[in-house]
Nanobody
Framework: VQLQASGGGSVQAGGSLRLSCVISGHTTRSYAIGWFRRAPGKEREFVAT????????SYGDSVGGRFAISRDNAKNTVYLQMNSLKPEDTAVYLCAAKTGSTYSRYEGHYNYWGQGTQVTVSS
């Protein structure tokens, strides 16, 4: 399974971005998808996760209410809509796939990782 994240960029505080994660290879299997981020000098942080059907989701405490995760299985794509961005959201955002239909907030449960896309928010 390969994952390709895109959609990052540079925005001012208060702006919005939509990230995409395209999943390829063995896409007939059920995968839950998670978004994580890694800021300079910090450990990788959980951002959001969604189960296979898209019916259940969970968000990190720092992004809840501002970010929204969704998926289009017909397009093998998961999205992360990020609104009201803050400078502290600056990080490399990575998407990951977990075998099985249920989501997880824990990076250790994920089997496949993409390369990530840079998000920079200026004040």
């Amino acid at each position: 399974v390969q994952l390709q994240a895109s959609g990052g960029g540079s925005v001012q505080a208060g702006g919005s971005l939509r990230l995409s994660c395209v999943i390829s290879g063995h896409t007939t299997r059920s995968y839950a998808i998670g978004w994580f981020r890694r800021a300079p000098g910090k450990e990788r942080e959980f951002v959001a996760t969604i189960n296979w059907s898209g019916a259940t989701k969970s968000y990190g405490d720092s992004v809840g209410g501002r970010f929204a995760i969704s998926r289009d299985n017909a397009k093998n794509t998961v999205y992360l809509q990020m609104n009201s961005l803050k400078p502290e959201d600056t990080a490399v955002y990575l998407c990951a796939a977990k075998t099985g239909s249920t989501y997880s907030r824990y990076e250790g449960h994920y089997n496949y990782w993409g390369q990530g896309t840079q998000v920079t928010v200026s004040s």
